[in-house]
């Protein structure tokens, strides 16, 4: 299974294998990472599963949707050229590796 790495904001860092098409934000919640609260269930309505995306990996993302740029502006942590919400980043091979910040805070 492809992994992700989550970089908490207190430095710690936990990599995970997650199934293909599972979101990083459940497998974030899934794995007890409360640094990504995830309010709304995934459904791009609450802005509390915002993360910072490696670099690298940004162009393998599929690209920001209207709704999900609207909620990047009313992030608690500041937004960022790499900022995402981990609620749209579906996992696949492409994304092996990913390495993901979570945001400093979430409200
Ligand atoms: S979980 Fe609500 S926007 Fe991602």
Not at 18 to 38: C, E, K, Q
Not at 83 to 100: A, F, K, N, W
Request: a negative charge; charged letters at 20%; one cysteine or more.
């Amino acid at each position: 299974m492809p992994n992700v790495t989550f970089i908490s904001p207190d430095g710690s860092s936990d990599t995970l294998d997650i199934a293909n098409d599972t979101s990083l934000m459940r497998a974030a919640i899934a794995n007890g990472l409360h640094a990504i609260v995830g309010d709304c269930g995934g459904s791009a309505a609450c802005a509390t599963c915002h993360v910072y995306v490696q670099e690298k990996f940004l162009n393998r993302l599929p690209p920001i949707s209207d709704n999900e740029d609207q909620l990047l502006e009313s992030t608690s942590s500041p937004r960022r050229g790499n900022s995402r919400l981990s609620c749209q980043i579906l996992m696949s091979p492409e994304l092996d590796g990913i390495r993901v910040e979570i945001a400093e805070t979430q409200w």
